[in-house]
């Protein structure tokens, strides 16, 4: 069965004007969560995914798709003005949460750093995904999945090729969506957070 990714609903308080930089550092770090949960579940489903280089290849993959996805319903909601700054902060934070867990698994690279070689690649690949369609009510259209489909593809050992775009397409990129959809919910909303319910213990 496969494991269950359980994320924070409201991350401002209701009398905080959010800032796009602010909620864009904080979609970031949820996005890296998604992203890895799409990592186990893959493996769950027997994928071999090895701890190393060919883990963090997949996870810049799902980690362009998502922050491709979270600009897209940035936009939507705060509009060309507060997309700019939503989105650099977004890819930045993205960058340095990356940075410091492929460092402290992988070492220091030669040349590049690894969060300015993300950088990069996420400027090339979200002008890829620019041209797919991504909507408030209905996600990523077919293209926009089936483009990460194929970037995924050579990430996987050959005996896995032939079903990873399938897998991503039917059963990760809809839960990974939900999830990141539900996030931005949340961070965008102005609502007063539930007091939480007393125990029935007392406590």
């Known amino acids: 069965m496969a494991t269950s990714l359980r994320l924070k609903a409201h991350w401002f308080k209701p009398e905080q004007a959010n800032n796009p930089a602010q909620t864009g550092s904080a979609i970031a770090f949820i996005a890296w969560r998604v992203a890895r949960h799409a990592i186990e579940r893959l493996r769950e489903a027997g994928f071999d995914i090895d701890a190393g280089p060919a883990y963090f290849g997949v996870m810049r993959e799902m980690l362009v798709f998502l922050l491709a996805g979270a600009d897209r319903i940035a936009h939507a909601r705060l509009g060309d003005a507060g997309r700019a700054p939503f989105t650099t902060a977004l890819v930045l934070r993205g960058a340095e949460i990356l940075d410091e867990n492929e460092s402290d698994l992988l070492g220091p690279p030669q040349g590049p750093g690894y969060g300015e070689r993300f950088i990069e690649q996420f400027n090339v690949l979200s002008g890829h995904?620019?041209?797919?369609?991504?909507?408030?009510?209905?996600?990523?259209?077919?293209?926009?999945?089936?483009?990460?489909?194929?970037?995924?593809?050579?990430?996987?050992?050959?005996?896995?090729?032939?079903?990873?775009?399938?897998?991503?397409?039917?059963?990760?990129?809809?839960?990974?969506?939900?999830?990141?959809?539900?996030?931005?919910?949340?961070?965008?909303s102005t609502e007063p957070r539930r007091a939480r319910r007393a125990s029935m213990s007392g406590e």
């Open 129 to 188: 995904y620019a041209e797919f369609g991504w909507s408030e009510a209905d996600g990523p259209d077919f293209a926009f999945v089936r483009y990460l489909g194929h970037r995924l593809e050579p990430m996987v050992p050959q005996k896995d090729r032939r079903w990873v775009l399938d897998q991503a397409m039917a059963v990760e990129v809809p839960e990974a969506v939900g999830l990141l959809q539900r996030a931005m919910d949340g961070v965008f």
